[in-house]
Nanobody, 123 residues
Framework: QVRLVESGGGLVQAGGSLRLSCAASGRTLQMYVVGWFRQTPGKEREFVAVIRRDDIITYADSVKGRFTISRDNAKNTVWLQMNSLKPEDTAVYLC?????????????????WGQGTQVTVSS
């Protein structure tokens, strides 16, 4: 059974930073495409960043240059470092695993999801 647990969310002022983690049990993250998505009420899940099995990384244009995704294989954890946060980054952030291949930029390509962690950026 796969379990993904996100943590690290919270309330931060605009311009601040947060580091989110996605810890996995029951699966080895390196065997999957691991993505971060975010969701606000009434909107579809939005792609944020993805790291593939071969460590190729893709970011959404809205976070490029501010967010960094990385993977710690020893800890079976994927991180999302978020800098220069803006109020529009406010959302529930979720990590997900895909058994597929390619960049997997659409949430429909993912097989396992965590519960999410709330990020709130105040202006």
């Amino acid at each position: 059974q796969v379990r993904l647990v996100e943590s690290g969310g919270g309330l931060v002022q605009a311009g601040g930073s947060l580091r989110l983690s996605c810890a996995a049990s029951g699966r080895t993250l390196q065997m999957y495409v691991v993505g971060w998505f975010r969701q606000t009420p009434g909107k579809e899940r939005e792609f944020v960043a993805v790291i593939r099995r071969d460590d190729i990384i893709t970011y959404a244009d809205s976070v490029k240059g501010r967010f960094t995704i990385s993977r710690d294989n020893a800890k079976n954890t994927v991180w999302l470092q978020m800098n220069s946060l803006k109020p529009e980054d406010t959302a529930v952030y979720l990590c997900a695993l895909s058994r597929g291949w390619g960049p997997q930029l659409n949430h429909q390509g993912y097989d396992y999801w965590g519960q999410g962690t709330q990020v709130t950026v105040s202006s």
